[in-house]
């Protein structure tokens, strides 16, 4: 694996990929959700601090308690998506991490998956939901993938996911980047990787298809050079 570091963009996540080691961890743009949050509870707390003697009890009430309960909450966000991470992958400590989220800080591992337990990696399609859309039709078709972790026991276990517009420029980029993600794991952990998603069974069928009409094409010639020599 190259020494450099490679940064492939998830859903709502970011796959960072340095020698030895992949984290999947929240992408940059998460930290200005609890950002916003904390500055709205010091803005609370400061009004309190400044006009506390002018405003009724129930009015200091209402401004406290969003405070109280926003701010921690934001605190935690805040520590989460700058150092937590969702999956962390290390060859050195021959495991796989899947990590707390917000409320947890990112750094509780809820499960941790040592390498001889890992079975195979898949690339499969990810659904998106099943359930009748109300109104006009969305403007965009979306297909979405995801790489499941299969552990020996038969457990399943996501790393992160994709999502990309229906088209066929978007939708080859978009499994461009997850492929690119599943071969690094792939790779880290020695394990083989398995793509069931549709689009590759498309193209496998397609390339099927190109292998097979030659063979064809080659026996239907030979049958009617045979016709043409017992007619001669």
């Given at each position: 694996?190259?020494?450099?570091?490679?940064?492939?963009?998830?859903?709502?996540?970011?796959?960072?990929?340095?020698?030895?080691?992949?984290?999947?961890?929240?992408?940059?743009?998460?930290?200005?959700?609890?950002?916003?949050?904390?500055?709205?509870?010091?803005?609370?707390?400061?009004?309190?601090?400044?006009?506390?003697?002018?405003?009724?009890?129930?009015?200091?009430?209402?401004?406290?308690?969003?405070?109280?309960?926003?701010?921690?909450?934001?605190?935690?966000?805040?520590?989460?998506?700058?150092?937590?991470?969702?999956?962390?992958?290390?060859?050195?400590?021959?495991?796989?991490?899947?990590?707390?989220?917000?409320?947890?800080?990112?750094?509780?591992?809820?499960?941790?998956?040592?390498?001889?337990?890992?079975?195979?990696?898949?690339?499969?399609?990810?659904?998106l939901g099943d359930t009748p859309a109300q109104g006009p039709p969305?403007?965009?078709?979306?297909?979405?993938?995801?790489?499941?972790?299969?552990?020996?026991?038969?457990?399943?276990?996501?790393?992160?996911?994709?999502?990309?517009?229906?088209?066929?420029?978007?939708?080859?980029?978009?499994?461009?980047?997850?492929?690119?993600?599943?071969?690094?794991?792939?790779?880290?952990?020695?394990?083989?990787?398995?793509?069931?998603?549709?689009?590759?069974?498309?193209?496998?069928?397609?390339?099927?298809?190109?292998?097979?009409?030659?063979?064809?094409?080659?026996l239907r010639q030979a049958q009617d050079e045979r016709a043409e020599?017992?007619?001669?």
């Amino acid at each position: 694996m190259s020494a450099t570091t490679k940064r492939i963009a998830l859903d709502r996540r970011v796959c960072v990929v340095r020698e030895g080691r992949i984290d999947v961890k929240p992408e940059r743009a998460a930290v200005l959700g609890p950002l916003i949050g904390l500055s709205i509870s010091v803005a609370l707390f400061a009004a309190i601090a400044v006009l506390g003697s002018r405003l009724s009890v129930g009015l200091l009430a209402a401004m406290l308690l969003p405070g109280l309960i926003l701010g921690p909450l934001s605190g935690m966000g805040l520590v989460y998506s700058l150092f937590g991470a969702h999956v962390v992958i290390d060859a050195r400590k021959q495991s796989a991490g899947f990590q707390q989220g917000i409320l947890g800080l990112g750094i509780g591992t809820v499960e941790l998956v040592p390498f001889w337990k890992i079975e195979r990696l898949e690339v499969r399609d990810y659904p998106l939901g099943d359930t009748p859309a109300q109104g006009p039709p969305p403007p965009l078709d979306l297909r979405a993938w995801d790489i499941v972790l299969v552990k020996t026991s038969g457990k399943e276990l996501s790393i992160g996911q994709v999502v990309a517009a229906n088209t066929p420029d978007l939708i080859d980029e978009g499994f461009d980047r997850i492929l690119d993600v599943a071969e690094s794991v792939s790779t880290l952990v020695d394990k083989p990787l398995e793509i069931t998603a549709a689009v590759e069974e498309r193209v496998e069928e397609t390339a099927t298809q190109s292998e097979t009409r030659p063979a064809e094409g080659a026996l239907r010639q030979a049958q009617d050079e045979r016709a043409e020599g017992s007619q001669a």
